[in-house]
């Protein structure tokens, strides 16, 4: 079983920078991968970022934050942190920390656990 806890959310202004960790316990290991989901008000919940250590570091990041966003690993907390950059308005949504045993994937539907979600809010 695998637990996961984000933190790191908050009310920010667009342009500014807010970092998201989620701390696995548990079964987890490089050949996890650790991704960030969110979900705005009314909407589906939509991929943002995933992390893969095994085989090599790597990452894959949605068209919408690309280039605003970056994905990591910190191995000594057991966590995967997200760094947003340069917020709008449209990232508001609570962000979600999922993992699955396997290839990085942007389905969430493949993802089999959870953390609580934490708010992120960007006013203009």
């Known amino acids: 079983q695998v637990q996961l806890v984000e933190s790191g959310g908050g009310l920010v202004q667009a342009g500014g920078s807010l970092r998201l960790s989620c701390v696995a316990s548990?079964?987890?290991?490089?050949?996890?991968?650790m991704a960030w989901f969110r979900q705005a008000s009314g909407k589906e919940r939509e991929f943002v970022a995933v992390?893969?250590?095994?085989?090599?570091?790597?990452?894959m990041y949605s068209d919408s934050v690309k280039g605003r966003f970056t994905v990591s690993r910190d191995s000594a907390k057991n966590a995967v942190n997200l760094q947003m950059n340069s917020l709008k308005p449209e990232d508001t949504a609570v962000y979600y920390c999922?993992?699955?045993?396997?290839?990085?994937?942007?389905?969430?539907?493949?993802?089999?656990?959870w953390g609580q979600g934490t708010q992120v809010t960007v006013s203009s």
């Open positions: 999922a993992a699955r045993r396997g290839a990085e994937t942007a389905a969430a539907q493949l993802y089999d656990y």
């Open positions: 992390f893969r250590e095994r085989g090599g570091k790597s990452t």
């Open positions: 548990g079964r987890t290991s490089s050949t996890y991968s």
